[in-house]
């Protein structure tokens, strides 16, 4: 069974900080995706990792999949109220077929 | 723009009731996902579908069955309801594995038993 462990589970912040999410395993995945979740919402893909190594800048968001590819982070910068939400890690194996499997996310709340 | 679509948002069951959670997608997406979603937890794959005729399990099919007879879709059963499947139930659906495609969620149905 492939499990992604997501830390901070909870992060409280104030405007204008940064922050890093992290999604680890002890599987290799091939590729990874993170996605933000608002209340009452479903999942929202923000942006799919593929190469080891490889990093991937969303204006203030950037993603990075480890060398060895068990491992991700997000990092935010200059955190805006309109960040709040549920981050979750997913990823997605040869082994895992059709199957995706995600982190229990991390929910960031952006206080102004 | 539907995407999507799952009905009903909201619904409250009584234990041993059954009911039908219906998600239709207007995508022709081929591959498609019910997942539970509980307070402070992520995402755990209930059944998944990889187009019209094929169902399979995912890590937590006890007491949920599912039928794909078209590829728009992919109604969840829920025959004798207990008060362990009081959650937050998304459908979604993509156009290939996930190792390739991103998967496109339904707001969900919030689903209370008592």
């Known amino acids: 069974t492939q499990l992604l462990e997501q830390s901070p589970q909870f992060l409280s912040i104030q405007e204008g900080e940064n922050l890093t999410v992290y999604c680890n395993s002890s599987?290799?995945?091939?590729?990874l995706q993170w996605y933000r979740q608002e209340p009452g919402e479903g999942p929202v893909l923000l942006v799919t990792?593929?190469?080891?190594?490889e990093v991937k800048k969303l204006k203030r968001l950037t993603f990075q999949f480890g060398d060895a590819r068990k491992d991700s982070s997000l990092h935010i910068t200059a955190a805006q109220p309109g960040d709040t939400g549920l981050y979750l890690c997913a990823g997605a194996a040869e082994t895992s077929g059709s199957r995706l499997t995600f982190g229990e996310g991390t929910q960031l709340t952006v206080n102004p | 723009n539907a995407g999507v679509t799952q009905t009903p948002k909201f619904r409250i069951l009584k234990i041993g009731q059954s009911m039908t959670l219906q998600c239709t997608q207007d995508m022709n997406h081929n591959y498609m996902y019910w997942y539970r979603q509980d307070p402070g937890m992520g995402l755990k794959l209930i059944y998944y579908?990889?187009?019209?005729?094929?169902?399979d399990k995912g890590e937590v099919p006890n007491g949920y069955n599912v039928s794909r007879s078209t590829t728009e879709d992919f109604p969840l059963r829920l025959e004798l309801a207990a008060p362990s499947q009081t959650s937050v139930y998304f459908c979604?659906?993509?156009?290939?594995?996930?190792?390739?495609?991103?998967?496109?969620f339904g707001d969900g149905t919030r689903l209370s038993i008592l």
């Open positions: 979604a659906s993509s156009t290939g594995r996930p190792i390739d495609q991103p998967q496109h």
């Open positions: 990792v593929v190469t080891g190594g």
């Open positions: 599987s290799v995945f091939s590729s």
């Open positions: 579908s990889v187009g019209a005729g094929i169902t």
